[in-house]
């Protein structure tokens, strides 16, 4: 099996499991008990959480678990923009966000809040006059991914942040679930206010997850309750979960620096090789993109098809997001970024973990070739 | 170019004449411990300066330590040449080169404390001034407000250079001004006290009284947390747990209800005192701020510092809650502080404490009971423990993580 669809999400690392499976069993003391378990179960919880922000480089009073990416970025924007809604009711975000941004931002527009998408380049990328010009003075809240989950495409963040050292009472959020571990980021200098991580793109286990939320900033929580997480996030703590998401954050940042020249190494493989191929059509821009993502279409092949038929050599990868591919829409990035329709539904993405090979990357190149002269002879 | 060196100012030691000698060697230990994560590191100290050498160990995190050591004025990374014109000519280019951006300016601040050196300041500046300006082209002179400033100090042994000055913490190295007990409740204001207590050079140990079961291991467990954080100063601190309850139990029975938490302190304050004499400490430091509570106001302190004359030390005395709970977050015993645990200050809490207790009242109250046997018993029963900067609990956690 080759597996290269690590965007969608990652296998757990065994250690992060057996972490998991010792803390579920040994100690499942609820951490608001007042006795020796639960005393055991907060020192973990607090210990997961120093070690989060060590390894984010942020203090860990700033660091408050989710269940995911999608529970963060709507905590971020929703309360956000709740909260200060009495300060202005206008938010900027880009037209590439993840559904989870993108559904929660439309939510607001419904109760009556103002929404610019910003608009990308051919690369997929915002510019950072664009969202100088967006900005007005009932601005409260502005969402821009770190890297792009169809494309991989990296945004301006060190800029965008530096444009928003200007404007102080602006929450800066950063949707770094793609790029943690694979797209190095100071959350401090790039000024960024709110940042949603998901465990399960690193390694970690599903219904994991965190959000920084600078000192100082101040959110409405969405859920009512005990008042778990600082008040911002009520339901009794998944220690299990939070303290298998530290291990796995730290095993992702021990390998990040091979890793990320592994995955390098094998994106130019893959581009080298794929670019000869007939109708090839290659997306993800070759500077300013993360290691790890890789899509482009290829002419006249139905997405779906193609990804079937590489499955029955047992390899994995994907047509758009995992999130939107059920839909059997067109991808909105690749819009955003002006490809056509029809080639947008013939568009794949290979996306990679630490422990992918070149080796790998040469078997799929071949099967691909296979597979995409099999098909045209069918089609065509 | 990379710094091998970090060239420590002292702070107030400089002024501290004949005692000099045991305030560096204070400090240093201070500087050992604080860098003890980083073995390479070797600390050269002299009468005025003192010398972390790199060998090879991150400077940046080394930096991020040294700021937080008591007694350190300021700090620079340096380099350190060889006393000739022409290495220091080639050093200060590498080193200005490796900082310089299109269109800065720059200035050089020579400092000879050996005049034996073949040219004097004027002649630094011109040499070393002269060979930047000619080989690093868009580079100017400014010497009011200059982007990079490079100092050049010629001593005996060597020249340093050095383009940055760092705040060091200020304040005396620990351990330089003597022991004193800390009383640490578990609030948030005893060990912002033990932190300022500590930053003017006292060794602290920490005393706390325990109730079990009206407190629980957790708040002990609260406490031991705090220490910790304080220990992370000084790399370990001695925390001395009294068994209170016998006499919590006592003071309930024996005491009008309004005078209880006179008494309470007042016995607290015996029994740290019978253990600063057994710890051969001069002092005790509370965390009281005047009139925040009502055993803080005053009268209250005039009637509970009745049964000792040992100095009392409350180093937060006039500042206010907002400003203690500032530093309580700078140095992260807050939210430890507020964790939601009962603590022997927070049961047997009188509806309505007195605010002006009087000493005749308090002395009479008292004179009903023995309290004397009881705080021979609790001094007796005191459980020590020692609080290392790392916690070893943790660490059974370890492999989980």
């Known amino acids: 099996m080759i597996y290269f669809d690590n965007s969608a999400t990652t296998k757990p690392y065994n250690e992060v499991l057996d972490s998991f499976v010792t803390v579920s069993s040994k100690y499942f003391g609820n951490p608001s008990s007042l006795h020796s378990m639960g005393g055991q179960a907060e020192k973990l919880l607090s210990q997961a959480r120093e070690q989060v922000a060590k390894l984010l480089s942020v203090r860990p009073s700033e660091i408050y678990f989710t269940s995911g990416g999608t529970e963060s970025n709507n905590i971020a924007i929703k309360g956000a923009a709740l909260l200060n809604r009495s300060r202005g009711r206008h938010l900027i975000t880009s037209s590439v966000e993840h559904a989870s941004v993108m559904a929660a931002m439309e939510q607001l527009e419904q109760v009556g809040f103002e929404i610019t998408y910003l608009p990308v380049d051919e ?161 993800t821009p070759i500077n300013g993109s993360a290691p790890h993502i890789f899509n482009f279409s290829l002419n006249g092949l139905k997405a779906e098809v193609f990804i079937h038929a590489l499955e029955q050599d047992g390899i994995f990868v994907s047509t758009t997001s995992a999130c939107s591919s059920k839909k059997k829409t067109s991808s909105k990035t690749l819009l955003a970024m002006g490809v056509p329709e029809t080639i947008a539904d013939s568009a794949f993405r290979i996306s990679l973990s630490f422990a992918n090979t070149k080796e790998e990357a040469l078997m799929v190149i071949a099967a691909m070739k296979k597979a995409a002269n099999q098909l045209r002879k069918v089609m065509n | ?172 190295p620990v351990g330089s001004s003597g022991k004193a007990m800390l009383m640490l409740s578990g609030g948030i204001d005893s060990p912002v006290a033990g932190y300022m207590a500590m930053k003017r050079g006292l060794e602290i140990e920490a005393v706390h009284f325990f109730s079990p079961p009206f407190t629980s291991e957790r708040s002990k467990e609260k406490v031991v947390d705090l220490s910790r954080k304080l220990a992370g100063i000084y790399g370990s601190i001695k925390l001395h747990i009294v068994p209170f309850t016998n006499i919590q139990q006592a003071i309930r029975e024996q005491i009008p209800e309004n005078y209880s938490m006179t008494t309470t302190r007042r016995m607290m304050l015996r029994i740290t005192d019978e253990i600063r004499k057994k710890q051969d ?121």
């Open chain 2, 281 to 401: 400490g001069l002092a005790i430091v509370t965390g009281e701020s005047l009139g925040q509570v009502a055993s803080q106001t005053l009268e209250s302190m005039y009637a509970i510092n009745e049964v000792t004359n040992t100095p009392i030390l409350r180093p937060l005395i006039t500042m206010d809650k907002t400003d203690i709970i500032k530093i309580a977050q700078e140095i992260d015993t807050l939210e430890i502080s507020n964790r939601p645990f009962e603590d022997c200050c927070t049961i047997f809490v009188p509806s309505s404490p007195k605010t002006k207790p009087k000493r005749e009242k308090v002395n009479r109250y008292e004179s009903y009971f023995d309290f004397e046997p009881m705080i021979q018993e609790a001094v007796e029963k005191v459980e020590t423990l020692v609080i290392k900067q790392v916690d070893e609990q943790h660490s059974e956690f370890e492999s989980l993580f």
């Open chain 2, 1 to 172: 170019m990379k710094y091998d060196r970090i060239l420590i100012r002292y702070g107030e030691i400089s002024t501290k004449g004949r005692n000099r000698n045991k305030f560096v060697e204070k400090l240093r230990k201070s500087v050992r411990i604080a860098l003890a994560p980083f073995p390479n590191v070797k600390v050269e100290a002299s009468r005025d300066r003192m010398y972390v050498l790199l060998n090879g160990e991150n400077g940046k995190d080394v930096i991020g330590k040294l700021k937080n050591v008591f007694g350190i004025q300021s700090f620079s990374p340096a380099i350190k040449v060889d006393r000739d014109v022409e290495v220091l000519k080639q050093t200060s280019l590498e080193l200005v080169t490796s900082l310089y951006n299109e269109g800065e300016t720059f200035k050089i601040t020579p400092k000879r404390s050996d005049k034996a050196f073949e040219l004097n300041t004027d002649g630094i500046n011109h040499a070393i001034g002269g060979h930047l300006l000619q080989n690093i082209p868009g580079l100017k002179v400014d010497v009011k407000n200059p982007d990079i400033n490079l100092r050049i100090e010629v001593r005996k042994e060597a020249i340093y250079l050095s383009c940055e000055i760092i705040q060091g913490a200020g304040g005396l």
């Open chain 1, 123 to 283: 690369y997929g990328r915002v510019s950072v006059d664009d969202v100088k010009n967006a900005i007005r003075p009932d601005t409260t809240v502005i969402s821009i991914m770190q890297v792009n989950n169809e494309v991989g495409t990296i945004q301006p963040i060190k800029e965008i942040g530096d444009l928003l050292k200007k404007y102080p009472s602006i929450l800066f959020h950063v949707d770094t679930v793609q790029g943690i571990g694979k797209v190095p980021m100071n959350l401090y200098e790039n000024r960024v206010d709110l940042c949603s991580l998901s465990a399960h793109k690193f390694h970690g286990l599903k219904g994991t997850g965190a959000l920084f939320i600078r000192e100082g900033a101040r959110l409405a929580p969405l859920f009512s309750g005990g008042n778990q997480e600082r008040q911002m996030r009520s339901g009794t703590e998944n220690v299990a979960g939070a303290v298998s998401m530290a291990k796995a954050l730290r095993m992702t940042m021990d390998n990040s620096k091979a890793g990320i020249n592994n995955m390098r190494e094998i994106q130019t493989l893959l581009r080298g090789e794929l670019s000869s191929f007939e109708g090839v059509q290659i997306h």
